[in-house]
């Protein structure tokens, strides 16, 4: 499997990725609008089609009186047929390896339904408890998903999303 980093997916990859299924992704966030990745961790098959995929860009929050950046990771895909191989544990590998590198951060968040916390939490993601306040976004994220954040800030206070969600 060949896993690399990109900053665009071309719309064949994306239709190979996600158009398997009508309901791709959680049912919770599909009234609400998404910021866009900046960046892709695809991986390719031997034939070289996409099957798995990762987007993340770098986000600016707002915590504690001060504002920093992170990295803001979503659209988690693995076509059927590779499910099952540890593929997102290879691509979140890849991800956490090079973000200090080309980011200057060991800091990610994620946005999940409730019922993929222990998920997240296999990858190094921690279930943070504080308030998740979007000022561009649908309040009602705040009543569907949970915000896990892997890294070294440590949050006292509710967080101010200065984007969409992502």
């Excluded at 070289?48 to 659209?75: N, Q, R, S, Y």
């Amino acid at each position: 499997m060949d896993i690399q980093i990109q900053q665009t997916i071309n719309e064949m990859d994306w239709q190979h990725l996600t158009g398997w299924a009508e309901q791709i992704f959680p049912e919770e966030g599909r009234h609400l609008q998404w910021s866009e990745s900046s960046h892709h961790v695809i991986a390719r098959n031997e034939l070289g089609d996409a099957v798995g995929h990762i987007g993340f860009g770098e986000f600016a929050i707002k915590t504690d009186e001060k504002e920093c950046f992170i990295l803001g990771v979503g659209g988690v895909v693995v076509r059927p047929e590779y499910q099952g191989q540890r593929l997102p544990q290879q691509m979140f590998a890849k991800l956490h390896a090079m973000a200090f590198d080309d980011f200057n951060s060991h800091t990610f968040a994620l946005f999940c339904p409730p019922r993929l916390v222990s998920y997240y939490h296999k990858f190094g993601y921690k279930l943070l408890e504080y308030p998740v306040v979007s000022r561009c976004g649908d309040a009602n994220l705040l009543a569907n998903f949970c915000f896990m954040i892997r890294g070294d800030l440590k949050f006292e206070h509710a967080i101010e999303l200065k984007s969409l969600p992502w």
